[in-house]
């Protein structure tokens, strides 16, 4: 399938401390999961990738668009949920999305189309008038996916996006976020296998900066059955963790 993203010798430092180191990634429609223990590098790569970290050595690709010599065209195909974020809670969803979408600059006749489009992507229609206060945590995740796919982006960046949910909004998270990779790259980055298996169909392990495994979740288990087992086997295989 055809390549969304090209990354290309990618490293970063922060001072002298290697985070990332020589990172070579093609990014594809659907849904790729950024595996890796603690201090991997996994935020660092999102970081690059959304140009929240400027690139430091190598470059970062957009369908044709690059990183960094044209920002603002790369950043209007981007949607990015950072792993913290705070929402103005006194705002309504559709009011806060409808904000996002003026500030991305989404033009002003098809606002409110896309405001309604995010909001059944996340399927939160149904409270769109609703204070950002009166919402759940889980629920909160959503508006935060909202807020980034508001822009229609080729690309869509999610930090640890079940981290702190409870078991049922988790469960709830890892059936839609399959459902945003139909037409573009998805990146979620995570340390559970659990969501790998749940949500995922390509694995990039990434170990102190570098890559370890590029490819399928198929190949990543070598294609033997009970995905969950064998993705924890050989993410322990290859970094080493019991
Ligand atoms: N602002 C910073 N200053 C100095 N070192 C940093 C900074 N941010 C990250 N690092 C270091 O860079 C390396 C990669 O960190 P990064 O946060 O990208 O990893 P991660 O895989 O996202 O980890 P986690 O799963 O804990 O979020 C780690 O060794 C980390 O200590």
């Keep these: 399938m055809e390549n969304v993203v090209q990354v290309r010798g990618v490293s970063h430092r922060y001072r002298g401390a290697i985070a990332l180191h020589e990172v070579d990634v093609d990014l594809r429609p659907g849904v790729t999961a950024v ?17 929240a970290l400027r690139i430091q050595r190598g470059s970062v690709d957009l369908g044709g ?26 705002l ?4 806060f999305l409808g904000l996002t979408a003026w500030q991305r600059l989404v ?17 939160l229609a149904g409270r769109r008038d609703e204070r950002i206060s009166a919402l759940s945590g889980g629920m909160h995740r959503r ?4 807020q980034a796919v508001v822009n229609h ?4 960046l999610l930090d640890e996006p079940t981290v702190g949910l409870d078991p049922r909004q988790r469960r709830g998270l890892r059936e839609l976020v399959p459902t945003l990779g139909a037409d573009r790259a998805v990146v979620i980055s995570t340390h559970l296998t659990e969501d790998v298996a749940a949500m995922a169909d390509r694995v990039l392990v990434l170990a102190e900066g570098a890559v370890r495994f ?16 064998h993705l924890d086997a050989a993410y322990e295989a290859l970094v080493g963790e019991s």
């Design 65 to 90: 668009i690059d990183s960094v010599r044209d920002r603002r065209r790369y950043r209007a195909g981007l949607g990015f949920l950072p792993q913290s974020f705070t929402l103005p809670t006194n």
């Design 92 to 95: 309504t969803v559709r009011e």
């Design 143 to 146: 508006v935060g996916i909202a």
């Design 214 to 229: 590029d490819g399928t979740v198929h190949e990543f288990t070598a294609g033997r059955g009970r995905v969950a087992a």
């Design 107 to 123: 033009p002003r006749a098809g606002r409110a189309a896309a405001v309604e489009a995010a909001l059944d992507a996340v399927d």
């Design 153 to 156: 982006p080729r690309l869509l």
């Design 35 to 51: 595996l890796g223990p603690n201090g991997a590098g996994k935020s660092t790569f999102l970081g690059v990738l959304s140009t």
